[in-house]
């Protein structure tokens, strides 16, 4: 701020009604539906919506955004202070000097609190030894882990920062403090996960045995569920499970995409909310599924470069199709499958 002389006045304002209308988006957001700064930027980006500088937004501007104390009409000065002789340095937040009621706010002191204390939560960094401390502490106190176990757990580290500190795998969390558990010892976990790969297995082998029908070679790799049809092309087939929070405010399909092959078509074969049956099918170049694993909400799908199959019909339609343009290279680069991208669901 700048003013020409001694009496002038400065007149504080938020900004366009545009600018308004995406700062309540992105605390509804972070807040509601509980999404990373991560998500919220690609979300935004995904729609064309540029920040104030008319620039595409990332995380770190999400974060900032969502600690400015200005959206609740707030202004925050001598955060940085500079002795005569000195560098400048960063002042204590206790030594902050707020001005309150200095423009009209556009978040309410409720939600911001809320945004606060998540990303106090989300800025708690653990070590290594932290975390093995901990397992071996809920070890000890129950005698054993178990997926369960730690999710539900909220005394330590979240499961999901240690399944990423640990390379994704719950085997390697274990694997850290040289835990090996019984078979047993989560068996709803290992039925729901037998009951899903029995669905993704069930479709690879139905789609082979069709395909064979049009008089196609096709061989079924069963550890992997890939089909490889003819010389021109390979898909795998995999699970998106349907997944909702436990505060029911997010809703969402997980992919996991490890696997030792490298086909060139992904079939994702989307779970109803019960994860008991298939939902509906979508194809896609595998060079769009991220590495490791990746989690779809229902309107993200569709913008894959996907296409959506319905029944297994249409689904060995597509990839006869496929296989039938006879080019390895046109099936990764140019692949066009049978049914629209973006297809309306089946209800």
């Known amino acids: ?39 919220i930027a690609h979300i935004l980006n995904a729609e064309g ?34 002795k005569l002789g000195k560098g400048r340095v960063r002042n204590s937040p206790e030594s902050w ?12 002191e409720r939600q911001f609190a809320v945004a606060q204390a998540i990303i106090a939560k989300r800025s708690r960094r653990y070590s290594p030894e932290e975390m093995t401390t901990y397992l071996q502490a809920m070890l000890k106190k129950h005698g054993y882990l178990s997926y369960g176990l730690l999710k539900e757990s909220t005394s330590g580290p979240p499961l999901h920062t240690m399944l990423y500190k640990f390379g994704g795998r719950l085997e390697n969390v274990f694997a850290a403090i040289g835990y090996s558990p019984p078979g047993e010892i989560d068996p709803a976990l290992n039925k729901r996960k037998k009951r899903i790969r029995r669905i993704v297995k069930a479709a690879s082998s139905e789609v082979a045995k069709r395909l064979r029908r049009e008089r196609l070679s096709v061989v079924h790799d069963r550890n992997t569920e890939t089909l490889t049809i003819g010389d021109t092309l390979s898909a795998a087939f995999n699970a998106a499970t349907y997944v909702q ?5 997010r809703r969402y399909w997980v992919v996991s995409t490890e696997r030792r092959n490298n086909p060139q078509l992904t079939v994702l074969v989307r779970l109803v909310e019960s994860n008991r049956s298939a939902l509906d ?4 170049p595998t060079s769009e599924i991220r590495r490791g694993w990746m989690r779809l909400e229902k309107h993200e799908f ?3 470069k996907s296409s959506r199959c319905g029944s297994i019909a249409r689904l060995v339609v597509s990839l006869l199709l496929a296989a039938r343009k006879g080019r390895k290279s046109k099936a990764t680069s140019g692949f066009v499958p049978a049914v629209s991208i973006g297809a309306k669901e089946v209800k």
Do not use: Q
């Open 302 to 304: 569709a913008r894959l």
């Open 49 to 82: 919506i540029m920040n104030a500088h008319g620039r595409p937004w990332d995380r770190d501007v999400i974060r900032r955004l969502v600690a400015c104390e200005r959206y609740v009409g707030r202004y925050v000065y001598a955060r940085r202070s500079e």
């Open 97 to 108: 000097i707020r001005v309150a009621n200095a423009v009209k706010p556009i978040i309410s």
């Open 281 to 284: 099918y979508w194809v896609l």
């Open 245 to 249: 929070t436990v505060t029911r405010k």
């Open 1 to 39: 701020m700048w003013k020409a002389v001694h009496e002038d006045r400065t007149m504080l304002a938020m900004g366009p009604t545009n600018e308004i209308r995406t700062v309540r988006r992105i605390f509804r957001l972070f807040v509601d539906e509980e999404r990373t700064p991560a998500e």
